[in-house]
């Protein structure tokens, strides 16, 4: 495990001092509110958004290879955070708060095991349309949710349905007074963020709504605000939970990890495009899981890199993770000194905090891009969300991950056979006869490229394919399948290669394999399919395999395009074998073979 912090402070110029300190009284501004409003989505007390910011930042600042990112709460791990906690707290405040942190701290230990495994590609597994499917979803579940306590209306928990059906049947319960307040901040926010996007108007309407509640006592007029708050900050350690909570805090962790993990990965290599320079996705597992750490053992919530405190911090001048410490230092005196006036905090407020916070993240014009580019990733994206509308955020998330897996093995279980041919007279490369009709195919030979990779979820579509086009051909005598396009072989690979093999065989046509990769070539080798398919029957080239089933064969060319002239062939093919199963670095043309 590795320090990068160890790297970049030897040589931190002084000269950034002011510009990182700078954005982290920015950042402060703009996560201080935002992480209020989050700790309410989570279910727990809103201190704890802000017990999550500080030893996260500086864990992050410590292990992060990403110079600018920025860490704290963020809306899709709260509501996920959230989901799991209602059903495992059963309504206890104080349990509440400490399986919070307890999913905090599995999503950390999960993370850097990750990490220190190199499991940093399983994050791709959440292609780009799911996730914003994902998210769009969740957001929409989240103003759902925020809705009754914006305009004083009786909370209702459940599904989407459920929601929706008592946000509308309670038209009538609205309380004029909050709907005023929690309408007006909410305006405040959208306008104030159209004209003013540099002013932090979170915090300014944070501070306007707790003055102007303790001075015309909204609380005892109907509207209600979040109460008695604690000062100072809660027992650094382990969270109270037994051990049997320990399965679905473990497997909530996970998910609260992986969903943090795709959102801070995404704005970490959205910087690293605009700055030109890479992060390193197993360093960033663990970086992220030891903010998880920090922020769990400091009774904080689930944290992960947040796009948009990034892009403030980003706006504001940072240079490097010193703009973390410096918010994480301003974060601390606000929880010692400050914590005590959020009791007047209207909960209207607050809630419009939420919505204005989350609101960008609905992406509509992605939707309609994916929908123009490509009609598959628009269903994965619109799958996921009403995954999470109708199963929860869990589930949908469970949902999201098993789409794109099985997206994934229907895309590479799709194959296309490609018949391969060569312009009479040139030494221009094999290639597709569909593309270029004037290329020609030879006389008893049939060049075959795989143009998928050839696997256990495809080999029996590609076994009965390569049949289907022997078929289909007059006097075929010799298949060549060209394997270019598979770097590794599994068993149902063999079992199928055995099968296009003993089926030709007993129509008298034989079989070759050409520009097989090593990995392949050393399972064919250990199957016994080598010495089963016989001497001389593996090529490195097309031209290669098919001098050699001229030769073999006796197959006599008419009409069609030439090779090297035939007078040679002997001694070419001859050349050629000394290697082998025929293989060499170079082909007749004196190129390497896959050039």
């Given at each position: 495990m590795r320090l990068p912090v160890v790297g970049w402070i030897k040589t931190y110029p002084i000269r950034y001092l002011g510009p990182d300190l700078l954005a982290g009284l920015v950042v402060a501004a703009l996560a201080m509110p935002q992480s209020l409003g989050y700790a309410a989505i989570a279910g727990v007390p809103v201190l704890v958004g802000l017990y999550s910011i500080p030893l996260a930042l500086i864990a992050y600042a410590l292990f992060g290879s990403s110079p600018r990112l920025v860490v704290g709460p963020v809306s899709t791990v709260s509501v996920l955070s959230g989901s799991l906690v209602a059903d495992l707290s059963g309504g206890d405040p104080d349990r509440a708060v400490a399986m919070t942190s307890a999913l905090a701290l599995s999503a950390g230990v999960g993370l850097i095991i990750g990490g220190l495994l190199k499991l940093g590609w399983a994050a791709e597994f959440m292609s780009r349309p799911i996730v914003t499917g994902f998210v769009f979803g969740l957001v929409l579940l989240i103003i759902l949710g925020e809705i009754p306590s914006l305009l004083g209306m009786p909370p209702e928990q459940g599904d989407v349905i459920a929601r929706a059906w008592s946000i509308f049947t309670s038209l009538g319960e609205i309380t004029p007074l909050t709907a005023l307040v929690g309408l007006g901040a909410l305006t405040v926010l959208f306008?104030?963020?159209?004209?003013?996007?540099?002013?932090?108007?979170?915090?300014?309407?944070?501070?306007?709504?707790?003055?102007?509640?303790?001075?015309?006592?909204?609380?005892?007029?109907?509207?209600?605000?979040?109460?008695?708050?604690?000062?100072?900050?809660?027992?650094?350690?382990?969270?109270?939970?037994?051990?049997?909570?320990?399965?679905?805090?473990?497997?909530?962790?996970l998910a609260l990890g992986l969903v943090g993990l795709a959102e801070g990965l995404s704005a970490a290599r959205l910087l690293a495009a605009r700055g030109n320079y890479t992060v390193d996705t197993d360093q960033e597992l663990i970086a992220t899981g030891a903010a998880n750490l920090g922020s769990g053992l400091s009774g904080g919530m689930g944290v992960a890199g947040?796009?948009?405190?990034?892009?403030?911090?980003?706006?504001?001048?940072?240079?490097?993770?010193?703009?973390?410490?410096?918010?994480?230092?301003?974060?601390?005196?606000?929880?010692?000194?400050?914590?005590?006036?959020?009791?007047?905090?209207?909960?209207?407020?607050?809630?419009?905090?939420?919505?204005?916070?989350?609101?960008?993240?609905?992406?509509?014009?992605?939707?309609?891009?994916?929908?123009?580019?490509?009609?598959?990733?628009?269903?994965?994206?619109?799958?996921?969300?009403?995954?999470?509308?109708?199963?929860?955020?869990?589930?949908?998330?469970?949902?999201?991950?098993?789409?794109?897996?099985?997206?994934?093995?229907?895309?590479?279980?799709?194959?296309?056979?490609?018949?391969?041919?060569?312009?009479?007279?040139?030494?221009?490369?094999?290639?597709?006869?569909?593309?270029?009709?004037?290329?020609?195919?030879?006389?008893?030979?049939?060049?075959?490229?795989?143009?998928?990779?050839l696997f256990w979820a495809n080999a029996t579509q590609i076994?009965?394919?390569?049949?289907?086009?022997?078929?289909?051909?007059?006097?075929?005598?010799?298949?060549?399948?060209?394997?270019?396009?598979?770097?590794?072989?599994?068993?149902?690979?063999?079992?199928?290669?055995?099968?296009?093999?003993?089926?030709?065989?007993?129509?008298?046509?034989?079989?070759?394999?050409?520009?097989?990769?090593?990995?392949?070539?050393?399972?064919?080798?250990?199957?016994?399919?080598?010495?089963?398919?016989?001497?001389?029957?593996?090529?490195?080239?097309?031209?290669?395999?098919?001098?050699?089933?001229?030769?073999?064969?006796?197959?006599?060319?008419?009409?069609?395009?030439?090779?090297?002239?035939?007078?040679?062939m002997d001694e070419r093919i001859a050349a050629e074998r000394e290697s082998p199963g025929g293989y060499s670095d170079i082909n007749e043309d004196n190129r390497r073979w896959w050039q």
């Open positions: 306008v104030g963020a159209k004209l003013a996007p540099r002013v932090p108007w979170g915090l300014v309407v944070l501070i306007v709504a707790i003055v102007g509640s303790g001075a015309w006592n909204l609380s005892e007029r109907g509207v209600a605000t979040v109460g008695e708050v604690p000062t100072g900050f809660p027992p650094f350690g382990l969270p109270g939970v037994g051990l049997a909570d320990l399965g679905p805090i473990v497997t909530g962790g947040s796009l948009s405190k990034t892009a403030a911090a980003e706006r504001a001048g940072s240079r490097t993770q010193i703009t973390g410490v410096g918010t994480a230092l301003i974060v601390m005196v606000a929880i010692v000194s400050l914590a005590g006036a959020l009791s007047n905090l209207p909960k209207a407020v607050l809630s419009a905090i939420v919505i204005q916070a989350v609101w960008g993240l609905m992406d509509v014009a992605a939707l309609r891009r994916y929908r123009q580019i490509r009609r598959n990733d628009f269903t994965s994206s619109t799958a996921a969300l009403i995954g999470v509308l109708l199963f929860g955020p869990l589930y949908g998330l469970l949902a999201a991950i098993g789409l794109a897996v099985l997206g994934l093995v229907y895309r590479s279980s799709r194959i296309d056979l490609e018949i391969m041919g060569k312009v009479p007279d040139e030494k221009a490369a094999w290639g597709s006869i569909r593309d270029h009709p004037e290329r020609r195919t030879y006389d008893g030979i049939l060049v075959i490229r795989l143009d998928s990779p076994a009965d394919g390569v049949l289907a086009e022997v078929e289909q051909q007059d006097d075929v005598q010799a298949v060549l399948l060209d394997l270019e396009a598979t770097s590794q072989l599994d068993t149902t690979s063999v079992d199928a290669l055995e099968r296009i093999r003993d089926r030709l065989a007993t129509k008298g046509v034989e079989l070759y394999l050409v520009r097989v990769f090593y990995m392949a070539r050393q399972v064919l080798n250990r199957s016994g399919f080598v010495e089963s398919l016989g001497e001389g029957r593996m090529w490195h080239s097309i031209s290669a395999g098919v001098r050699a089933a001229r030769k073999d064969l006796g197959i006599n060319v008419k009409a069609r395009p030439q090779l090297p002239d035939d007078d040679d």
